[in-house]
């Protein structure tokens, strides 16, 4: 480790010490030793006498009265401190003096400030030390921020391997992980956790499910040496918060019950029941059918069958832990899932299992050294946005009850987000919940890490290093060996990567439960709706969902998602075609309504007098009109209130996104995301430009259509109830076809193995790297990669709106600190256009590798920006580990 001298090395003015000397006592004689620097100057006759005077009485009085030397403390003097410090050449850990006035709060985990190239910086300290191999002179900690120990041992480790996953420093995770201190939530007293056994539950959510039962009978067990990991694709018209919510109550309690199935009554006639009495085995149970499933016998190639060959020890390989990349597993003996197929649904649970439920159900409690009494172990839990957040907090208020969890989200605002993060610090609830932010909350005794919609785009972090939310839970899961629960209506294909890899089993439904569940999906391009109406293909709302939206309407709500914002967010020449352009920055012009001119996407110019600059046949084309290439969802309900008269239309996108409606009959017009719940379900679905979707520029457009689509499918009610869904998209599609069949698992796989030809993640690994062509270049000549490297581009890219100002120079005459990562503002907040500057293009660069070699390809990346670093280089490289959207 090293320490920092007080000499500035660097030369630079931002370098110089703070701290300047002091005007002295006026005609003081002069000293030999005395430098020009610090000379006393006479004072001007532009200063004031009595603030000249007030200086001298201040630097006498210093003079007068010197600061006692400091000491360092007694034992283990030196501390390891982080610092919030954003160059990657310094992320490391530096030493420095624990003076004795500071000895008892400078704690491992506690705030800080030190003196950093003059400057005071913030940082953590990490650990206690009692010598240090620098050999240089060493600063003391200036100060402790708070006594308070904000930084566990477990996030500590956490930070470092994201740093490592993700080609990051360890200070942008910690910002991440730690949020702002706020002085009057520390002074709040800490609760003594419920320990005692909490309500019974029925965990009934679970038991529609091949493996369910055996899952949260699992987690119940707290002390299972591999807890289980499961990816669960959740069926429709199902409550999938309470579903979580009964999960973890099933870690943080053993209360979780199932009933027993009821025995099925014995064929025998009236008379010989009268005459005779019929010998029954008391320990035999008959199972009785279930009435979802009447009269269907398993399917021995259902996906919701256990697997038989799944290894009886699923942990992965030590050597690549942190990436979960090797299919090498030990042979340690445990109970065999091969068992779960000839216990089927109906398992009985052990002995101590089975005692705990009974004495749960019958009232009886037990002490803490009871041998039956498990200690409840913590849960975590992470939704996309705030109104999953709340749907999740309402069920599980229901199930535990007020007081037993807490929720993690932006949106408390700084305070109360920090008082319940120090509740959970403290030990004082052991459920949480939360949006992307809260994923390193650091929960005690952690046995549960869930996360609902994987897939969505909310879970990938805006801000350096960029983690993905399921990315950090699985680690967090290899570390302390907690169980994992990956959920969504739909599976992605790093889901189905997984359950291949044996890391995790999958948790599905039996294929009649699905069919029960899912409503009638029906497509456009259908060849009988061919037949009724030829233009059905090309009609943006055919016969079809004509004819299924005014039947519905009888019945309830009907929702009609719309994957476009806005009014009409492209346009075009009316005459050739060409997409329209804004002539001052080139950027793409919108209608935001019926009666608007046309304005640029990127400037916000009008567009007046604008006129095609296009050729045809070597002519100028001169068109001064435009065609909607694509409709909003502002237009799509302008439209369908025309066409269903007396039909009252809800809209809900933008900044107007409903959680609920009621079910009466109304037309509720969404943009993918922003769907509101419906009371009973909706009645019919309508899901427009399935093309605009599926013709995305992205590696995973198929995948994100399915997920939007399933997500809007599963808010309609069962097709036994007269739920139907039409879908206006080519029905030969493979993400067509698994929205049809409600096969989300086909997909996930032919995804998988799409993408494994292709050497793309999640079977290999991406670095993405986006700047200037000069500091691309740079960085890809600096970059010392494996053999088996393939570096694809630069190539120029479009930068969208939100990244204008990481391509601007940062201001560096305001005096402000910009960053150009975007880590101090968040990456949806635009910055204000430069118009006096043009626009200065980016190119992008990709370099893959096979995902044994994820973590060489993460380590050269940091080295690579440590040494651009280092050198001071003007030109930022943006750097990016399996980006999210790759296209």
């Not at 429709?236 to 870690?251: C, K």
């Not at 019929?278 to 190639?301: G, S």
């Not at 500057?837 to 190119?843: A, D, I, K, M, T």
Request: glycine content about 6%.
């Amino acid at each position: 480790m090293e320490a920092l001298e007080q000499k500035n090395t660097e030369g630079r003015p931002d370098d110089k010490p703070t701290e300047v000397p002091l005007l002295d006592v006026p005609n003081a004689p002069e000293t030999p030793s005395q430098t020009a620097v610090d000379k006393p100057r006479p004072p001007t006759a532009a200063d004031d006498p009595r603030q000249a005077a007030r200086r001298t009485a201040r630097q006498s009085a210093r003079q007068a009265k010197p600061k006692p030397p400091r000491e360092p403390a007694a034992e283990l003097s030196y501390a390891q401190v982080v610092l919030h410090l954003e160059l990657s050449h310094l992320d490391r850990a530096f030493d420095y003096l624990v003076p004795s006035d500071l000895d008892a709060d400078a704690q491992p985990g506690v705030r800080v400030r030190v003196r950093f190239a003059g400057q005071l910086v913030d940082g953590f300290i990490i650990s206690r030390v009692a010598e240090s191999d620098f050999a240089g002179r060493f600063e003391y900690l200036q100060k402790v921020v708070s006594p308070l120990p904000v930084l566990t041992p477990e996030i500590l480790d956490l930070a470092r391997t994201v740093a490592d996953r993700y080609a990051g420093t360890l200070a942008d995770v910690l910002r991440l992980a730690v949020p702002p201190r706020h002085a009057s939530a520390e002074k709040t007293s800490a609760k003594e956790p419920d320990l005692g056994p909490g309500k019974p539950v029925d965990g009934a959510p679970w038991g529609v499910y091949g493996g369910g039962r055996e899952f949260i009978k699992a987690l119940q067990r707290k002390t299972a040496p591999k807890l289980p990991r499961a990816v669960w694709t959740c069926l429709p018209a199902t409550d999938w918060a309470t579903a979580i919510a009964t999960a973890m109550y099933a870690v943080a309690t053993d209360a979780v019950v199932f009933p027993e199935p009821e025995p099925a009554p014995l064929p025998a006639s009236t008379e010989e029941t009268e005459t005779a009495e019929v010998a029954v085995d008391p320990d035999a149970i008959v199972i009785a059918d279930d009435p979802a499933i009447p009269d269907l016998a398993p399917d021995p190639t259902d996906p919701a069958l256990p697997d038989p060959d799944l290894p009886t020890d699923y942990d992965i390989d030590p050597e690549n832990l942190r990436d979960l990349d090797d299919d090498r597993y030990s042979d340690a003996e445990a109970e065999s899932p091969k068992e779960l197929p000839d216990k089927g649904p109906a398992d009985v649970v052990s002995a101590a299992a089975s005692a705990s439920v009974s004495a749960v159900v019958s009232g009886e409690t037990h002490s803490a050294a009871d041998p039956l009494h498990v200690p409840g172990r913590g849960a975590l839990a992470i939704v996309p946005d705030h109104r999953d957040l709340a749907r999740l907090d309402a069920a599980l208020t229901e199930i535990a009850g007020p007081g037993h969890h807490v929720v993690l989200s932006e949106e408390l605002g700084p305070a109360k987000r920090y008082q319940n993060w120090l509740a959970v610090l403290r030990g004082d609830v052991k459920m949480v919940i939360g949006t992307r932010s809260a994923m390193f909350a650091p929960v005690a005794d952690l046995g549960l890490v869930a996360v609902w919609d994987d897939g969505d785009d909310l879970h990938a972090e805006p801000r350096a290093p960029y983690p993905h939310v399921r990315e950090v839970l699985l680690l967090r899961a290899h570390a302390t060996g907690a169980a994992a629960l990956i959920g969504g209506y739909t599976c992605t294909a790093e889901g189905a990567q997984l359950v291949e890899s044996r890391w995790a089993y999958p948790l599905t439904a039996f294929r009649s439960t699905v069919r029960a569940k899912s409503p009638l999906i029906r497509t456009s391009g259908e060849e009988l709706e061919k037949e009724r109406d030829p233009a059905a293909a090309a009609a943006r709302l055919p016969n079809l969902a004509w004819r299924t939206a005014r039947a519905a309407l009888n019945d309830g709500p009907v929702l009609v998602q719309v994957p476009r914002g806005g009014y009409a967010p492209s346009l075009a020449c009316i005459r050739c075609r060409k997409h329209a352009r804004c002539n001052h920055c080139h950027g793409p012009l919108e209608l935001s309504s019926g009666h608007a001119m046309a304005s640029c996407l990127w400037c916000g110019r009008p567009a007046g007098g604008w006129r095609c600059d296009n050729f045809v046949n070597d002519r100028p084309c001169g068109g001064d009109r435009f065609r909607m290439l694509t409709i909003g969802v502002h237009r799509t309900a302008e439209e369908l209130g025309r066409a269903f008269a007396n039909t009252k239309v809800i809209f809900s996108a933008g900044d107007t996104v409903l959680s609920q409606v009621s079910d009466k009959p109304a037309l509720v017009v969404a943009t993918p995301g922003a769907e509101p719940v419906a009371d009973g379900g909706y009645a019919a679905a309508l899901l427009l430009d399935g093309w605009s979707l599926l013709a995305r520029r992205d590696l995973r457009a198929g995948e994100e259509a399915l997920r939007r689509w399933l997500n809007a499918a599963a808010l309609v009610r069962p097709g036994g109830e007269g739920g139907k869904v039409v879908i206006m998209a080519e029905p030969g599609l493979a993400p067509v076809q698994a929205l049809v069949r409600w096969d989300p698992v086909w997909h996930a796989r032919r995804e998988l193995v799409d993408r494994g030809e292709l050497h793309y993640p999640p079977l290999a690994r991406v670095a993405e790297l986006t700047g200037t062509p000069a500091a691309v270049a740079e960085e890809l000549s600096l970059l010392r990669l494996p053999e088996a490297a393939e570096i694809l581009g630069p190539v120029l890219v479009d930068v969208p709106r939100s990244d204008d100002r990481a391509a601007q120079k940062p201001d560096t005459r305001s005096g402000k600190n910009t960053d150009p990562l975007g880590r101090r503002e968040g990456a949806d907040r635009p910055r204000a256009a430069v118009e006096d500057s043009p626009r200065q293009q980016l190119h992008r660069a990709l370099v893959r590798v096979p995902r044994r070699l994820g973590g060489d390809l993460a380590e050269a990346v940091r080295e690579a920006q440590g040494v651009r670093s280092a050198r001071k280089a003007e030109e930022w490289v943006r750097v990016r580990i399996d980006p999210v959207q790759i296209g």
